[in-house]
């Protein structure tokens, strides 16, 4: 119990952080009542949700998302949602080496399996790759800050960055990139080769910026980053 309510008070610590009105909302039970109740939310195991990939699938493969900030006792963070894509392992294995030898080697316990666990992914970005490599028709609807988990799972799973250039134009169409800080458009407008957008945001800030020309990331892979050199070679 004791290690519980520590923990909590890290919780809602980082509320408080968030609120600049939260100061005097703490002093309501209500308030503090309510935080518990989100964080033994977080705590409940959530059932899986399934999606449909393609009617057709053979295989169902599962991801687990963890919640950025919520954690347990001890320091693992706490789940998010858990999803079941129902898909083809003939389209996972001609997309990617790396789910050819998940799937096909017997020496991974992942080719005896019937549902295949992909480990921590979010689902979203999951839904995006999963959908381009189906050639099914795909979503873009998905949160901006979702750009850098999906090229994490590109890069792990050793998917071809170019098939999904059309994906992202059509995201970047759909959404307005105003709304967006033109620091944060850098990184996915190049590494998705949308040169109209990744032309557009490097003039805006190299006229209208302060300083040296800088990307932005507002997740917490910071290791997928815009290399300077592109940046230079750009201006």
């Known amino acids: 119990m004791l290690r519980e309510l520590l923990h909590m008070s890290i919780f809602f610590y980082h509320s408080l952080v968030r609120d600049l009105t939260a100061p005097k909302d703490f002093l309501d039970p209500r308030f503090a009542l309510q935080l518990r109740r989100s964080y033994l939310q977080a705590k409940r195991p959530t059932l899986a949700n399934m999606i449909i990939i393609d009617e057709a699938g053979d295989m169902t493969v599962e991801v687990v998302e963890k919640h950025d900030s919520l954690r347990n006792s001890n320091g693992s963070r706490l789940t998010k949602e858990t999803a079941q894509f129902k898909v083809r392992k003939d389209a996972l294995t001609n997309a990617s080496q790396t789910l050819l030898r998940m799937l096909l080697d017997t020496h991974w316990k992942e080719s005896t399996q019937s549902v295949v666990a992909l480990g921590e992914h979010h689902v979203s970005s999951t839904e995006v790759w999963l959908r381009v490599i189906h050639r ?58 949308h040169a109209k957008g990744f032309a557009q945001w490097t ?9 040296h020309v800088t990307e932005l990331n507002p997740t917490e892979l910071y290791s997928y980053r815009l290399p300077s050199r592109i940046i230079r070679k750009s201006i």
């Open 203 to 211: 003039q805006h800030l190299a006229y209208h910026g302060v300083g």
């Open 136 to 193: 099914v028709p795909p979503i873009t609807t998905v949160p901006f800050a979702e750009m850098w988990h999906l090229v994490a799972a590109i890069d792990y799973y050793e998917l071809d960055v170019t098939d999904f250039n059309a994906w992202f134009a059509a995201w970047y169409d759909r959404h307005n990139p105003e709304m967006y800080k033109p620091r944060e458009l850098l990184f996915p407008t190049w590494r998705f080769g």
